[in-house]
């Protein structure tokens, strides 16, 4: 249970500096950019982006190997959550998070192939390390956007099934509370006098 908090804790945090990259990544292009998106300079615009997407996949790294338990427990949680609960979007963002994660997947597998095939010379650092490090980041950019976009659901998945638990344990607390039989009210002074 405590890892699932620092799971939550850590998609929460990813969700905030995402947003954060996303912002400054938007006052630049709204800075660089013609009316119709074409970029002043190119290599400029080329570099920038290569930092966002370094950025976010940086920021990513910290939910990477909790992220198919986020989701895994995410699944559960909806189909227990009462229909009345969850929001008609939930299993459609889950299915998004799924096949970004399967496609992050894909592409790291596709990064080890590509690191090991580099030249013996091109470590980290290097012209042509960097290179395809960016190109890397640059394939997963989207995916890992689907995350920023979608990653909410999983925390609002699991608030509503802790709200939900609460309401079920409060309910079987005042169910077993015991009953206090009534007790006729006390005659009154007036009442004893008519007697």
Known sequence: MNHRRTSLRRLNRYLRHSERILASWDAFT???TDLDGWP????AYGRRAAV???D???AFASIRSGAHQLLATARLQLQHLPAHLARDS????LTIL?????RLDALDRQWQQTRAQLPADAGPGTEAYVDALDEHHAECWS???DWACHGRAILDINTATQEHART???NTVVSHLPSTPETPPKPTAAHRGRA
């Not at 799924?98 to 399967?102: K, Q």
């Open 52 to 54: 966002r997407d370094a």
């Open 30 to 32: 709204a800075f660089n």
């Open 40 to 43: 002043f300079d190119q290599d």
């Open 90 to 93: 939930w299993p459609g963002q």
């Open 143 to 145: 995916y890992l956007d």
């Open 168 to 170: 079920l344990r409060q």
């Open 98 to 102: 799924e096949e970004a994660l399967r």
């Open 56 to 58: 976010t996949a940086a």
